[in-house]
């Protein structure tokens, strides 16, 4: 089992930064990715970024330019830098923990990011 908790929403004007982060234990897997996910109320649960162990990286269109995903590998935690926001970017955002070799993945219990206009 992998637990993850995570911290670091809250409510932020328009144009302002947040930064998130998500720590993860149990029993991990070496080569793994992690990510931040989203869901907005009535909106499907959507992809914002991920990275992988390795340090390859993926993000969704919408957030490409404002948000940037990193980790540190030694504190098994991976971090989104939120910059520019937008009121749309509100959301309640999910970590996800996987082995990128396939099976099962694990997620946080959510944060909530509220971006006021």
């Known amino acids: 089992q992998v637990q993850l908790v995570e911290s670091g929403g809250g409510l932020v004007q328009a144009g302002g930064p947040l930064r998130l982060s998500c720590a993860a234990s149990?029993?991990?897997?070496?080569?793994?990715?992690m990510g931040w996910y989203r869901q907005a109320p009535g909106k499907q649960r959507e992809l914002v970024a991920t990275i992988t162990s390795g340090g390859s990286t993926n993000y969704a269109d919408s957030v490409k330019g404002r948000f940037t995903i990193s980790r540190d590998n030694a504190k098994n935690t991976v971090y989104l830098q939120m910059n520019s926001l937008k009121p749309e970017d509100t959301a309640v955002y999910y970590c996800k923990y996987g082995n990128v070799l396939g099976g099962p993945n694990y997620w946080g219990q959510g944060t909530q990011v509220t971006v006021s206009s």
């Open positions: 149990g029993r991990l897997f070496r080569i793994n990715v």
